[in-house]
């Protein structure tokens, strides 16, 4: 291939949005902002609660506020832009800042995938293996786990970045997408991108099966376990991993149907991908507080000490 053919002549891309008609964008910014701003709050407080509460040390909670911290920064690698996008009229972004987009937005979603797929673990070890969980997840053992998450994530997205940041784009200049992501900028690239497709849905593929199969194999050994327990023992496991499954349902549902089938022009990606960036990370603080009396307790008795302090 000629020097010519990597040539970028293409430097700013335009985003056609979700809809186009400036009604419709000016509704989905009133919905969309006090969404984007419970996540932030929602999952913050979470975090919050969990590092002061001295009631939730488990590694349970600590993995959650590491979710929770994550959901965070997932959402805000994509929504602030996209609401800001929806009041303009042209939607752009520069070609270094649409890899960015990706490298992150990929990043996230992994570290994300990877840290349900532990908190399955955990919860395997809690109700199959009680006797031996304070040896098997000790402290040293989470931290290891958490960072397992951090770098699959980055391992995950230095590739996607890699094939991507290579492929030349000479115009034109539109993604049909409200963020960027690779399927929707392979189609503006100059070459035929069918080899850069595979590897992407080999990549992306490969995490999410493997996960989605560690998930589901935890959770049918749990529910096989929980069978001999106490009425009152299998509720209460029941409760904690029904939010589990609840979220990893939310989250790979829409992953799967994105990522895991060839490149297309479905129409319903956009608005699946609406469900996952902007929605799930907001519903994810509701489904572990509204389930778990600990957590609830915990938020009750932080903002019981900070209204008592203002008092005096």
Same mark, same amino acid.
């Given at each position: 291939?000629?020097?010519?053919?990597?040539?970028?002549?293409?430097?700013?891309?335009?985003?056609?949005?979700?809809?186009?008609?400036?009604?419709?964008?000016?509704?989905?910014? =009133?919905?969309?902002?006090?969404?984007?701003?419970?996540?932030? $709050?929602?999952?913050?407080?979470?975090?919050?609660?969990?590092?002061?509460?001295?009631?939730?040390?488990?590694?349970?909670?600590?993995?959650?506020?590491?979710?929770?911290?994550?959901?965070?920064?997932?959402?805000?690698?994509?929504?602030?832009?996209?609401?800001?996008?929806?009041?303009?009229?042209?939607?752009?972004?520069?070609?270094?800042?649409?890899?960015?987009?990706?490298?992150?937005?990929?990043?996230?979603?992994?570290?994300?995938?990877?840290?349900?797929?532990?908190?399955?673990? !955990?919860?395997? $070890? *809690?109700?199959?293996?009680?006797?031996?969980?304070?040896?098997?997840?000790?402290?040293?053992?989470?931290?290891?786990?958490?960072? &397992?998450?951090?770098?699959?994530?980055?391992?995950?997205?230095?590739?996607?970045?890699?094939?991507?940041?290579?492929?030349?784009?000479?115009?034109?200049? =539109?993604? !049909?997408?409200?963020?960027? !992501?690779?399927?929707?900028?392979?189609? +503006? *690239?100059?070459?035929?991108?069918?080899?850069?497709?595979?590897?992407?849905?080999? @990549?992306?593929?490969?995490?999410?099966?493997?996960?989605?199969?560690?998930?589901?194999?935890?959770?049918?050994?749990?529910?096989?376990?929980?069978?001999?327990?106490? $009425?009152?023992?299998?509720?209460?496991?029941?409760?904690?991993?029904?939010?589990?499954?609840?979220?990893?349902?939310?989250?790979?549902?829409?992953?799967?149907?994105?990522?895991?089938?060839?490149?297309?022009?479905?129409?319903?990606?956009?608005? +699946?991908?609406?469900?996952?960036?902007?929605?799930?990370?907001?519903? @994810?603080?509701?489904?572990?507080?509204?389930?778990? *009396?600990?957590?609830?307790?915990?938020?009750?008795?932080?903002? &019981?000490?900070?209204?008592?302090?203002?008092?005096?």
């Amino acid at each position: 291939m000629g020097s010519t053919a990597r040539t970028n002549n293409v430097t700013v891309l335009i985003l056609t949005g979700l809809f186009q008609d400036p009604e419709v964008q000016r509704v989905c910014f =009133v919905v969309f902002l006090p969404v984007y701003l419970a996540t932030v $709050v929602g999952n913050g407080l979470i975090v919050l609660t969990v590092s002061v509460s001295k009631s939730l040390h488990s590694p349970m909670y600590f993995f959650l506020s590491y979710l929770s911290l994550v959901e965070i920064c997932y959402s805000s690698t994509v929504v602030p832009k996209f609401i800001t996008d929806l009041l303009t009229k042209i939607k752009t972004i520069s070609l270094q800042g649409c890899m960015s987009q990706i490298f992150f937005f990929h990043f996230f979603g992994v570290v994300e995938i990877l840290l349900l797929t532990v908190m399955a673990y !955990d919860r395997y $070890v *809690a109700i199959c293996k009680p006797l031996h969980y304070t040896t098997i997840m000790s402290r040293s053992a989470c931290h290891f786990l958490v960072a &397992g998450s951090w770098l699959g994530g980055l391992v995950h997205s230095t590739v996607q970045i890699l094939v991507t940041v290579q492929l030349p784009f000479c115009g034109p200049n =539109v993604i !049909d997408h409200y963020f960027c !992501d690779l399927h929707p900028l392979f189609k +503006v *690239a100059c070459i035929d991108t069918f080899m850069e497709g595979v590897i992407v849905l080999a @990549n992306s593929g490969l995490i999410s099966t493997l996960s989605f199969l560690i998930l589901v194999f935890s959770y049918i050994v749990i529910l096989v376990h929980l069978r001999n327990h106490s $009425v009152e023992g299998r509720r209460k496991a029941l409760s904690t991993c029904a939010s589990h499954i609840t979220v990893v349902i939310l989250f790979f549902g829409p992953a799967i149907f994105l990522y895991l089938r060839p490149p297309s022009t479905f129409s319903e990606d956009k608005q +699946v991908a609406v469900f996952y960036t902007v929605f799930t990370p907001m519903l @994810n603080p509701i489904i572990y507080t509204l389930r778990n *009396a600990e957590v609830k307790n915990a938020m009750r008795r932080l903002w &019981g000490k900070k209204v008592n302090s203002g008092v005096e």
